[in-house]
């Protein structure tokens, strides 16, 4: 990465200065982050629906996910899973097997990224290898939901493509525009630094609505 040379630095709305290479916790800001993954789309934009399924909706699906299913998750935990795509609100969203063909210069841009997030909004700069397992888990089960839903894969695709053996969760997914998106995820990161009570409560209620379904 050090022989990166020329400028690597972007200008972000706020008016900060985000050097992407040598990223410092001081230039990273709530609002570029919503509003780059809120513009941003999963699965290269390959979905159903009017618009997009942006980044910042499957962030927050993640999110839900680990909540309900480890009910036990702290609330710091919760917030690092709606920021675990964080990076891409410059690296942008690649799907899986290009990150691999890209190769490890890009995977250490995108942790060092993460881990300067994580300390711009108080969380460790590693995050704890229990939390960093069930935001995967969840990833992955986003991933699987995702694919079924919304990117065109029959279940049993998906289930040989992401190893998911479980029964698929009643989850129904509606892509929403990108001021909505933002407007969401914003919501939800308040929330959570607050502690998460509102978001907690709001996805307890859904999943036993689902339930009861």
């Not at 993954?37 to 962030?59: D, K, P």
């Not at 995108?110 to 969840?138: C, K, N, S, V, Y």
Request: proline share 7%.
């Amino acid at each position: 990465m050090s022989e990166i040379g020329g400028r690597a630095w972007q200008r972000m709305l706020s008016g900060r200065r985000l050097d992407i290479i040598d990223p410092s916790p001081l230039d990273i800001e709530i609002d570029d982050i919503a509003l780059g993954l809120a513009r941003l789309n999963r699965w290269n934009g390959q979905t159903h629906g009017e618009h997009g399924y942006s980044v910042a909706q499957h962030s927050i699906l993640v999110a839900e996910l680990v909540a309900t299913e480890t009910p036990s998750a702290p609330a710091p935990c919760l917030l690092a899973a709606l920021l675990h795509d964080g990076p891409e609100f410059v690296t942008s969203d690649l799907v899986t097997p290009f990150k691999r063909a890209i190769g490890p210069a890009y995977v250490e841009l995108e942790a060092r990224l993460a881990r300067t997030i994580h300390l711009a909004f108080g969380l460790p700069a590693l995050l704890p290898q229990e939390w960093r397992e069930m935001i995967d888990r969840a990833d992955r089960l986003a991933a699987f939901i995702e694919a079924i839903h919304l990117a065109g894969f029959t279940e049993a695709e998906a289930r040989q493509v992401f190893g998911f053996r479980r029964p698929a969760p009643d989850v129904d997914i509606d892509p929403w525009d990108a001021p909505t998106a933002r407007k969401r995820f914003l919501t939800v990161f308040q929330d959570l630094a607050a502690g998460g009570m509102s978001c907690r409560r709001q996805w307890r209620i859904a999943l036993n609505s689902q339930a009861l379904a």
